[in-house]
């Protein structure tokens, strides 16, 4: 059964800094795997996709790799901002289309 | 071009009781899946519906049932409502079943159901 971890659960920094959002599953047999923002509340916002072919994707400040062999995802976060202030998810798509998701980690940014 | 909706926002329904979720997809959408979200928690998948059938089911009792309508619009029911039900119920389309696990998802804002 495929397992999603996400470290840290939580994390509060100033604003500025660089950072680095961990998720790691435990089937390398996967699809894609995308990274979400969810927003209290509020539905999710999907920020990057991979497909299993790839490493990595950049949009704007984010850029997320992929190492399928070690089961690992990073979210990378460039000069963070108050507004990156969210929850991010990860979630691997599996062969059977399922999707399965990481509890996420709570990024608070301070200004 | 519009976004995913769900209705309603907000509903609080007691043990026992059935209630009845919607959701409209994005408009060109023929693929919706609907997700249940326990606070503190990733969401979790329930079942994705694909030109009104069912093609896909994730670890839920059969009293969690869809419907896919012509317009492709959906909606979730659940029957005999338990405490543990309560949640926040996450409806995402996609262009089509290929492009659900090749495409972005769009996501609807969601319905926060409490059960008392």
């Known amino acids: 059964k495929q397992e999603v971890t996400q470290i840290p659960a939580a994390l509060s920094v100033p604003e500025g800094e660089n950072l680095v959002l961990n998720c790691s599953f435990t089937d390398s047999a996967i699809y894609n795997l995308q990274w979400f923002r969810q927003d209290p509340g509020k539905g999710l916002t999907s920020l990057l996709l991979?497909?299993?072919?790839?490493r990595e994707q950049t949009s704007g400040r984010l850029n997320a790799s992929l190492d399928k062999s070690s089961g690992r995802s990073t979210l990378y976060i460039a000069a963070s901002q108050p507004g990156d202030s969210a929850t991010y998810l990860c979630a691997v798509i599996l062969v059977s289309q399922n999707f399965v998701f990481g509890p996420g980690t709570r990024l608070s940014v301070l200004p | 071009e519009t976004g995913v909706t769900q209705s309603p926002t907000h509903l609080i329904k007691t043990r026992g009781q059935q209630v009845t979720l919607r959701c409209s997809s994005q408009s060109g959408h023929n693929t919706v899946s609907w997700y249940q979200q326990a606070l503190g928690q990733g969401p979790q998948f329930i079942f994705q519906y694909y030109r009104e059938e069912e093609n896909g089911r994730g670890n839920f009792p059969p009293r969690f049932s869809g419907l896919q309508f012509p317009n492709y619009s959906s909606e979730l029911n659940v029957n005999a409502l338990e405490l543990d039900d309560s949640a926040l119920y996450l409806c995402?389309?996609?262009?089509?079943?290929?492009?659900?696990?090749?495409?972005?998802?769009?996501f609807g804002n969601g319905t926060r159901l409490t059960v008392t």
């Open positions: 995402a389309s996609s262009l089509d079943r290929v492009s659900s696990y090749n495409s972005p998802l769009h």
């Open positions: 991979i497909q299993s072919s790839q």
